[in-house]
């Protein structure tokens, strides 16, 4: 059964440290994805966003708990207790500990750094007492150490070493953990070591508390730190020994990371894999000169290097090759980005902006399955073609596609990258495999697996149509595509039962429940980003959705009746993106006409909804569609009865935060 909730959200915000992110970002997704999305989330997103319903785990990682309280003190840790009594999994790492024990005391006597104050979750009954160690200095490596730790006998269903060493700086000890009452609070391990400050009965390193239908797990030393990532200090005496220290214990570690895990109710990969290697990116088109047009039209931007052609963007570097050249597969994939590309090594985070992306022209004949194994072009161009045939005015849209098996987003290298781009014609199409980087709203970003399918396309819209035609439709219009296509992909597909979302979002009726329960999955979202280059606004529609993936949440297979055809990535592509040409082509005839607006509401979920209207003090309302100058979201006056008084509000969808499940618009701040 598929889990309900998906997103593991790790604290980026106010107190945290950049490295404990990132290390904690790292072994988190080495260890969970794809079975969930690791996601970095601000304290406006604690504060604001409907997150709790779709979190399986909250991290707080590293860094200092004074700005974790100034910043959710109140009502942020309201949401967080409520999450996790309600059955949700917290896991404080180091300052993430002290913060969720009754009582933080550091450095206690040392003035310059000393912390002594109650903390509001109160997950630990008692008192978090640190540093275990002396030495500690903030923004320094000087305090670390690789603290040996004793796991507790019993305490995991699975064989855990007995013994291994953890990267520690500045965490504590959990006081007197045998006489605290109120609630079961087991230890996981302890520090195998004589301690600076006094542990009381005991030298717990981490705890798991049990708090309603929840747990949180605090851990003092760090964990989830990979010695991968770790960076010499030739100033500082020992450290290349605690680097060989920590290597050793690696894998035991790991293991013990995936373990404590487990114990708070997720479900750890089998294999825990570091996150993939880019690989080439492969540019063709449906007419091989077409491929060619593009090189030269690129010719005023690339620059020459020791007989190498490159375009320098101004996030990416990307090196031009051209199977006109006579490269064979072994020199392709001699041409991957790999380890001499950045300077952490395979194993370690990546820098993957730092990474040269190759790029690949064929001129003279479409890849081969070896050199894209999961992505079949000629299946795809013969799609295309065959779908160009049946769509009013797709013609274009789709001819010319790059594909890359893993690369870092297709919406990133692209809208980041005007240098790039802006010789892209219409239609232009972006698809990959698998995305270690994939762009979501705000800021967040996560690892998206095989299986789904993921593109963007370019959009040259003429800025004097932007009044008449407005930019904001272009998301309704690749909603309504979307839909259509996949209904009418082929003989059994026409009454899966998939919706729309304002603004939007995808979602499908939930398989694993009874259908009169009308619950609702999120499948798939669009993502619009705009430029203006050339007298039009040159948008990167990015589309992600989840069609033949069975991590981590529902697919379109998952919806398919026995007699529907098999699901293929490269025919769903093709279908996609000859629908949304036509549609594009009748949005610039009509704007967003009567036509187009039965289409959309045919497919969303929302008419007639009841809502509050957290702006204006709760107001009930009810939904009643959205409106056809700049598609905002309208929205009736409702009375006690539910009957409408008249009284119409319209929201932004670029402003407001839309939750299905609550029934809430509520502003952004």
Known sequence: MTPRRLNVLVYTGTGTTSESVRQCMYSLRRLLSPNYAVIPISESVLLKEPWASTCALLVIPGGADLGYCRVLNGEGNRHISDFVRRGGSYLGLCAGGYYGSSKCEFEVGNKPLEVIGSRELGFFPGTCRGGAFKGFEYHSEKGARAAVLKVTKGAFKDSIPEKFASYYNGGGVFVDVDKVTGRKVEVLASYDEDLDVDGGDGKAALVLC?????????????????????????????????????????????????????????????????????????????????????????????????????????????????????????????????ADDHPTGETGIVDYGAITKNIIAHERALPTKEMTPRFNHKLYYSSLRRFQRIEDRAEDWGNMLMYGDVITSTNSL??????????????????????????????????????????????????????????????????????????????????LPIKLKWP???????????????????????????????????????????????????????????????????????????????????FRREGFS??????????????????????????????????????????????AEGRGTGKMWTLQSDENSFDFWKGLVRRKQ
């Open 210 to 338: 049990h708090i309603g239908d929840g747990k949180a797990l605090l851990s003092g030393p760090h964990p989830e730190f990979s010695p991968a990532n770790l960076s010499p200090q030739p100033t500082i005496p020992g450290y290349d020994n605690l680097i060989v220290k920590l290597q050793e214990d690696d894998a035991a570690r790991l293991a013990f990371l995936g373990a404590c895990l487990e114990k708070l109710g997720l479900e750890v990969s089998a294999e825990n894999e570091s996150l993939p290697t880019l690989s080439n990116l492969h540019l063709s088109a449906v007419d091989n000169s077409q491929v060619s047009e593009l090189l030269c039209s690129w010719s005023d931007v690339i620059d020459k290097e020791n007989g190498e052609e490159f375009i320098t963007g101004e996030a990416d570097k990307f090196r031009i090759q051209s199977d006109e050249d006579g490269l064979t597969l072994e020199d392709l994939q001699r041409s991957l980005p790999g």
């Open 594 to 639: 009567e036509n187009l607006e039965r289409r959309y509401y045919r497919h969303w979920l929302h008419t007639g909804q009841a809502i509050s209207l957290e702006a204006e003090g709760g107001v009930r309302a009810r939904v009643l569609g959205i409106t056809r100058d700049w598609g905002m979201l309208r929205v009736e006056e409702t009375d």
């Open 414 to 495: 692209l809208e980041k990258n005007p240098k790039l781009i802006s010789k892209l014609p219409t239609g232009f199409t972006f698809s990959a495999a698998t995305q270690v980087a994939g762009r979501g709203r705000g800021t967040n970003v996560w690892v998206a697996p095989p299986g789904g399918l993921m593109f963007s396309t370019i959009i040259n819209h003429p800025a004097y149509l932007a009044a008449s035609r407005p930019v904001v439709f272009i998301q309704y219009i690749a909603a309504i595509a979307i839909v259509e296509a996949i209904q009418s992909y082929d003989v059994g597909y026409e009454n």
């Open 504 to 586: 939007n979002d995808i979602y499908a009726l939930d398989p694993t429940k009874p259908a009169s329960s009308k619950t609702y999955v999120k499948i798939g979202g669009i993502l619009s980003q705009c430029g203006y280059c050339d007298g039009s606004y040159q948008i990167v529609l990015g589309i992600g959705i989840n069609a033949i993936n069975p991590r981590p949440t529902t697919s379109i297979s998952d919806l398919l009746p026995p007699n529907a055809s098999p699901l293929h990535l490269e025919t769903l592509l093709a279908r996609i993106v000859t629908r949304l040409e036509s549609l594009h082509a009748q």
